[in-house]
């Protein structure tokens, strides 16, 4: 299980280098809020480690969806993560499989990672049950459930261990990889490792258990050696 920590600026990064996967966002514009290119690519360029960037919750706007991707992985990342903010199956297919393409179109190696939400029925979104087929049709690479409102609420608030589990093992038969993620605490990490999705994403936890305080590095670090 690999620990994916979400700074919100180059400062913060600093302090979440010994995670195995960094994830750029800016939790002031969202869940999943996008972060400006070139913060993006300042990252990439202080770590050999995977870099992810999140695009945004969109609603359903495949075309601006698919230039932030296109973006993000021009900027650096090497994983691209977008949040369904919409409901319906056929739209989600349209969506995932143009923000897939415009990361895959010119490097194929990158990893695009398709995000919904614990919390769906809150936002009136997809479930996440019903996003990993059509992700897996779309060629996307994981799967991944966060919250969209961060108000104390957490992962485990609204989806228990069975249902986690059966989604990361059904993920698994459908070639797709499982990341979750939504105000993740220490407490949670051993039934995690039950679980056993291939990513957890945390930032509140290795803030202290306020998500729009500053990480700290000896808890990054912390979770790590936990989470091993
Ligand atoms: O990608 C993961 C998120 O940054 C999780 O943030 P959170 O732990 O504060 O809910």
Aim: charged share 25%; proline share 4%.
């Amino acid at each position: 299980m690999d620990l994916l920590v979400s700074p919100a600026s180059v400062e913060e990064a600093k302090s979440a280098l010994s995670a195995d996967i960094i994830d750029v966002k800016k939790p002031s514009e969202g869940s999943l809020g996008a972060n400006f290119p070139w913060v993006i690519s300042e990252i990439k360029s202080m770590t050999e480690k995977p870099v992810s960037a999140a695009i945004g919750d969109y609603s359903f706007l495949p075309g601006s969806a698919s230039q932030g991707a296109f973006g993000a992985a021009c900027a650096g990342a090497d994983f691209v993560k977008v949040g369904l903010m919409f409901k319906g199956d056929d739209n989600a297919l349209e969506f995932i499989k143009a923000v897939t393409k415009a990361v895959k179109w010119k490097f194929p190696e990158k990893t695009v990672v398709i995000a919904t939400y614990a919390d769906y029925d809150r936002v009136d979104s997809i479930s996440p049950f019903d996003m990993a087929p059509l992700a897996q049709k779309a060629g996307a690479d994981i799967a991944m459930i966060d919250t969209a409102v961060k108000d104390g609420k957490g992962l485990f608030d609204f989806l228990n261990e069975d249902e986690l589990t059966a989604f990361t093992n059904k993920n698994r038969e459908l070639g797709l990889k499982t990341a979750l993620a939504g105000s993740l605490k220490f407490d949670d990490l051993e039934l995690l490792k039950k679980i056993d999705p291939e990513i957890i994403g945390v930032r509140g936890m290795v803030c202290g258990g306020d998500r729009s305080a500053v990480i700290k590095e000896s808890l990054v670090q912390k979770a790590m050696t936990l989470v091993r």
